[in-house]
């Protein structure tokens, strides 16, 4: 037992009524990245994402297709799978709720709820959205409209099957007033107690089968069919074992780490979930962790608005792994950020070509050169080695808590303000004139063990991010493409002198607009 905490990463699981797009993708890198850099400090780590493949929404997909609703879910989750595989994406898992495992989790939920008295029939007599799936009253309505996307709604007046949430919201506002870390930003967290301060009405959480078909019958109730996000929370349970393998349940359940944007915070994850598993006798989850919307021209990045980019257009040019960085160093946790591709292309050749892939690049082939590829030992360090050594030594030192504190960007920024004063040194120290004739030998050294030093530094530390270049970069330098453990290998001056580097192609080639 390594005594590190486990954790379990989740991505919401996307509709499957359109292909993904950049906002998607972010989801998916930033929980991959979480994954990676705690298995790199040696915690068990379960990570799942999938598909949101019921309701409304991808029926009428489906419809508009001319296929049955599960052929389409069959046609449009290969797009999904794809991009994860060509963006590197290290899932354990990918579940679908369509997948029999999900349903019987779901239905013995249900029942079990229904047992207990937690679900009871009633009239329903309100306002619907069908492209959020949304139940709204007459004053949640814009101009008559969802508040949320601007669209008509339908009025409905139906029976239906009520699940009791409103019993559970004295509990929910006391464990959200108690925990501070159970939602991710501060911010966001305030949003939950906002929400919770109104009184809670219990929640419909059925569909009559004869409008609606494409949903997991209730077990009570065959004339009925479950609302997909009751149907699509529970897949964070079903899929680590939940009410069938207790065992494997309880190893991940409930250190889970929900990793959801804000558009999904309230009131579905933030107050349906907790109060569904309560209801069950399952624990909440340790944390929601609310992330901030790709905005094109201070507007959300979505299908609908008709601004989405491909994230395979970029991916082609640029390289899945430059995708990945510039995802995770231009948004701040929390807030929006503006995409264009402007600033891509920016950050690309500023970072990656020149900061990073420049420093590699010449490093590299001086050691080829006046070295003959072999790592030299360093001589006496001076003062200007010493700052470099230490900055290294103290970023490798902080990056758990960064990690721990979700400052992903902030490791970023910092791991390459490091990378600039290691360009910074080259320059100033100049090993070019050191390797003339009659120069110093030793100082050369020294030099160039310290940037290859540096260089081996960021390939665990940046890892997470970029693993095919900063592998490609590790095999350069002689090492395994995977680091082991960012706590074992991010140290400084664990690369043994004599050993043989090669230069190797450009590991970010310039790309021309
Ligand atoms: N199926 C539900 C989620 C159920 S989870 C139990 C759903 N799916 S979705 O396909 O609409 O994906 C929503 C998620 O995609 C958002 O929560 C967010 O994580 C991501 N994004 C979609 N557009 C986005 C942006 N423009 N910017 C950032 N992320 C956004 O909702």
């Not at 010449?362 to 590829?373: D, K, P, Q």
Request: charge should be neutral; glycine fraction near 8%; hydrophobic fraction near 40%.
């Amino acid at each position: 037992m390594s005594g590190e905490p486990t954790i379990y990463i989740t991505t919401p699981i996307y509709y499957v009524n359109d292909r993904p797009h950049i906002g998607h993708a972010y989801t998916t890198v930033l929980a991959d990245v979480m994954a990676r850099y705690h298995r790199l400090l040696g915690r068990p780590t379960w990570f799942l994402t999938g598909t949101d493949e019921h309701g409304q929404k991808v029926q009428r997909a489906a419809e508009r297709a001319g296929v049955s609703p599960q052929a389409h879910c069959d046609a449009m989750v290969v797009h999904f799978r794809r991009l994860w595989e060509r963006l590197g994406i290290s899932h354990d898992d990918f579940i679908r709720t369509t997948e029999p495992r999900h349903q019987e989790v779901v239905r013995t939920i249900l029942q079990r709820l229904h047992r207990q008295g937690d679900i009871y029939p009633g009239e329903y007599e309100g306002y619907y959205c069908v492209h959020e799936e949304n139940f709204w009253t007459e004053k949640d309505l814009l101009d008559g409209c969802c508040p949320d996307c601007r669209r008509p709604v339908e009025r409905i007046a139906e029976r239906n099957w009520f699940f009791r949430l409103s019993r559970h919201q004295d509990w929910l506002r006391a464990r959200v007033e108690a925990d501070p870390a159970c939602v991710h930003p501060p911010s966001r967290r305030n949003e939950v107690l906002g929400f919770l301060r109104r009184p809670l009405a219990d929640l419909c959480i059925s569909r009559p089968a004869r409008r609606l078909s494409w949903g997991i019958p209730l077990p009570f109730d065959e004339d009925y069919v479950c609302y997909v996000w009751f149907d699509a929370l529970i897949n964070y349970i079903s899929a680590v074992g939940a009410t069938a393998d207790e065992g494997r349940f309880g190893r991940w359940w409930p250190a889970a780490w929900h990793i959801i944007g804000k558009d999904i915070l309230v009131p579905s994850h933030a107050v349906y979930w907790p109060c569904m598993l309560r209801a069950a006798g399952i624990e909440p989850p340790r944390a929601l962790l609310a992330h901030g919307w790709w905005l094109v021209d201070d507007r959300k990045m979505s299908k609908s608005l008709g601004n989405v980019t491909d994230p395979l257009d970029l991916v082609e040019r640029y390289g899945a792994d430059a995708f990945r960085y510039f995802l995770l160093r231009e948004m701040v946790l929390g807030q929006d950020a503006s995409f264009t591709a402007d600033l891509f292309h920016r950050r690309y050749t500023a970072d990656l070509a020149n900061a990073l892939g420049n420093l590699a690049s010449r490093t590299l082939s001086m050691v080829e050169r006046y070295r003959a590829g072999r790592v030299p030992a360093p001589g006496d360090a001076g003062e200007a080695d010493h700052d470099l050594s230490s900055r290294a030594e103290a970023l490798a030192a902080e990056a758990p808590a960064l990690v721990d504190g979700l400052a992903f960007n902030g490791l970023l920024a910092r791991t390459w303000e490091l990378l600039s004063t290691a360009n910074g040194y080259v320059e100033r120290n100049r090993p070019w004139d050191l390797a003339r004739p009659g120069g110093d030998g030793s100082r050369l050294d020294t030099v160039l063990y310290h940037l290859v030093e540096v260089l081996r530094v960021v390939s665990v530390l940046a890892w997470p991010v970029m693993p095919t270049a900063m592998g490609s970069l590790r095999e350069r330098l002689g090492e395994g493409p995977v680091p082991a453990s960012l706590r074992g290998e991010a140290g400084w001056g664990r690369l043994g002198p004599g050993r043989a580097v090669r230069k190797g192609e450009a590991l970010f080639p310039r790309v021309e607009v």
